[in-house]
């Protein structure tokens, strides 16, 4: 009976399949969280999980050693305890500040009973918003989310602004991104292009980061839209890794690009406008 509910899964105000895209490392292609369902008669569009963001301590507050805790619950209020493996993790926990200017990607600690928890500080105070993409035994990738407030010294907002060029720096390496298309809806290829920032040189020795070349983490500005998206090929080592996407709707997206080179990951921020 779990399985069933479990199955059709998503947040509420995901409507759209499009808008939570996690590959599931088969097909090679990243394809919605929630599509599972799409084929079936009885899918749902209402959210069957949900997750309790908690801090230990009661309240978060800035640089300070907290304990954040996350709990899934059915429908029903009960605590969904069994979790499968996504990209070696039970649990990926994306959090970002308001203007997106803050990023994190952790794990945390399940305890095998309902309960996972990990510790982390926030420097700035203000709305977060958490993001935990689990994939519960018998259902579907999911992705749950929940702005949580952070007490202490806010840092201003900055407007969030399209890139005008797509290259950074970032730990040495000097990342371009090349985005075939721009239309909301599309199928776009978005492929990152890692080079020795001192050589130019390509970087040909990417490792396995989770599972996989890179991990992409795109959101819009509102952080509504949120997609996890894996490499078409995840065996590959660089110096490019491509992903394939669809932006649900247009508008100014943030693009996190995630890497492994020589045991230190490296997390490159872009900004794109999408027709
Ligand atoms: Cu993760």
């Known amino acids: 009976m779990i399985r069933n509910i479990l199955a059709f899964g998503v947040l509420p105000h995901y409507g759209n399949p499009k808008e939570s895209n996690h590959s599931d490392g088969h097909g090679g292609t990243s394809h919605s969280h929630i599509g599972h ?19 230990a301590s ?3 507050k800035t640089n300070t050693d907290v304990e954040l805790n996350i709990q ?4 029903e209020g009960n605590l969904v305890k069994e979790f499968e ?11 970002v500040n308001k203007d997106l200017s803050y990023f994190s990607h952790i794990h945390p600690e399940y305890d095998g009973n309902g309960n996972f928890k990990i510790n982390t500080t926030f420097l700035n105070g203000g709305g977060y918003k958490f993001f935990a993409d689990i994939l519960p035994k018998g259902g579907s990738s999911t992705t749950l989310s929940e702005w949580v407030k952070v007490e202490g010294e806010e840092k201003a ?10 290259v950074k720096v970032v730990d040495g390496k000097e990342i371009e991104l090349t ?7 599309d199928e776009i290829t978005l492929t990152f292009n890692i080079v020795d920032a001192q050589t130019k ?25 949120y997609l996890h998206v894996h490499p078409m090929d995840e065996k590959a080592t660089g ?14 997206y943030k693009i996190w690009g995630q890497f492994q080179h020589q045991g230190e990951v490296f997390t490159v921020p872009f900004a794109v406008d999408i027709k």
Not at 157 to 166: H, N, S, V, Y
Not at 179 to 185: F, H, L, R
Not at 239 to 252: D, H, L, R
């Open 201 to 225: 040189k390509g970087i040909s020795n990417l490792e396995q980061y989770l599972g996989a070349v890179g991990h992409v983490v795109i959101l819009s500005d509102d952080a509504e839209q």
């Open 37 to 55: 369902g799409d084929h079936d008669s009885s899918v749902q569009t209402a959210s069957n999980l949900k997750a309790s963001f908690t801090f």
């Open 72 to 75: 899934i619950k059915d429908n």
């Open 157 to 166: 907002l900055e407007p969030i602004e399209a890139d005008t060029k797509l």
């Open 85 to 95: 493996r996504s990209h070696e993790k039970l649990l990926h926990l994306i959090v």
């Open 179 to 185: 985005i075939s298309n721009t239309t909301a809806k």
């Open 239 to 252: 110096p490019k890794a491509e992903f394939m996407t669809s932006f649900p709707k247009s508008g100014t």
């Open 58 to 60: 009661g309240v978060a």
